[in-house]
């Protein structure tokens, strides 16, 4: 029987021709033969399908090429390249972004640490025109995690605090010993399919190890999923959520009360996010949803995360979230009288 490769580097593919042979050169160009590779074109329309078998070709024997005869989404993509890892570790990486030099030997190091079963890394972003503002409010090195670097994390509060207090819930800085996989899935037809399943995955390691190191470039263009906004796309934003509080309550030990107010404070910040856009479509029903699933998904309520802010000095997100919390009752109170 041939070896498990060591590492599965799974790409959904679709509508990225510009940017695609650069991410697959800096993944190959780092990776030995021992990793694989898995590419899924989810039926692109433009020429990346092609440029995909150019690759193979270019490079035999160093990708696996999947795809779909009909699109099906990044979140059906991101399932199918699931089934079909058959590394000991997955990372998920998106085919416009690119691997920074380095970033594989960086791995490595951190998944000989003992008993690590998680590794978080950092990233930066990638723009067409930077400019001297984008270096100024930090672009140029965005961190991820708030845990102590380069040490073995055990603490299930401190890894998940860590990851909401950043507010950075993005698959591509987390690389996952497979196990952690068994079982999680993402939502089909939805987006911020990561914010789905990255606190499930997170509670799952038993150890977690973060490098401060930018690995990954993350080009922020006009054509991606998250350039633009919709009530769709802020609906699967807050659905994304959906059983959070749940999830922390039913953890053995506990969580701490820091950890619950971390994900508490991310969960009011997407709905403060979200009522903002729906107030814009002057959609109160959505108003109205988004502050009902705000207090389901709040691990601890809305009083006792208001009393976090102010004795934290956040006195800008204390008065943003009370005047949404205000808006929204408001509007239920005006439905309910209609």
């Not at 996952?176 to 911020?192: D, I, M, N, S």
């Not at 207090?295 to 956040?314: I, K, T």
């Not at 204390?318 to 205000?326: E, I, K, S, T, V």
Request: aromatic residues 8%; hydrophobic residues 45%; glycine residues 6%.
């Amino acid at each position: 029987m041939p070896a498990r490769p060591w590492l599965s580097v799974l790409l959904p593919v679709y509508n990225v021709e510009p940017y695609l042979r650069a991410c697959v050169e800096s993944l190959l160009a780092q990776l030995d033969e021992g990793a694989e590779v898995l590419l899924y074109d989810d039926a692109s329309t433009d020429g990346s399908a092609a440029l995909l078998h150019q690759l193979d070709q270019e490079h035999p024997g160093r990708l696996r090429l999947l795809g779909a005869p009909q699109n099906g989404g990044v979140s059906l993509a991101r399932n199918r390249l699931l089934d079909a890892a058959q590394g000991e570790w997955i990372w998920f990486i998106d085919a416009d972004d690119f691997l920074e030099p380095g970033a594989v030997a960086s791995l490595r190091e951190a998944l000989r640490q003992p008993g690590v079963d998680l590794a978080l890394c950092d990233f930066r972003d990638v723009r067409a025109k930077p400019r001297l503002r984008h270096r100024l409010r930090g672009e140029h090195h965005k961190r991820t995690h708030t845990m102590p670097a380069r040490q073995p994390c055990r603490d299930a509060s401190l890894i998940l605090a860590g990851m909401f207090l950043q507010a950075h819930l993005h698959l591509w800085t987390k690389v996952a010993r497979r196990e952690l996989w068994e079982g999680l899935r993402f939502p089909v037809g939805h987006c911020f399919e990561d914010i789905a399943v990255l606190p499930a995955l997170l509670l799952r390691a038993r150890c977690a190890y973060y490098v401060p190191e930018v690995w990954i470039g993350y080009r922020k263009r006009p054509g991606s999923i998250l350039a633009s906004n919709s009530l769709a796309k802020t609906d699967d934003m807050q659905d994304a959520l959906n059983g959070l509080a749940a999830l922390i309550d039913a953890q053995q030990p506990p969580l701490d009360r820091e950890a619950r107010l971390a994900a508490a404070h991310f969960v009011a910040k997407t709905f403060v996010i979200a009522s903002h856009y729906a107030a814009r479509q002057q959609d109160r029903n959505r108003l109205v949803r988004y502050l009902a699933q705000f207090e389901q998904n709040a691990p601890v309520p809305a009083p006792e995360l208001l009393r976090f802010y102010v004795a934290r000095g956040w006195w800008w997100r204390a008065l943003r979230l009370r005047h949404w919390l205000r808006q929204a009752r408001l509007a239920a109170g005006t439905l309910s009288h209609a």
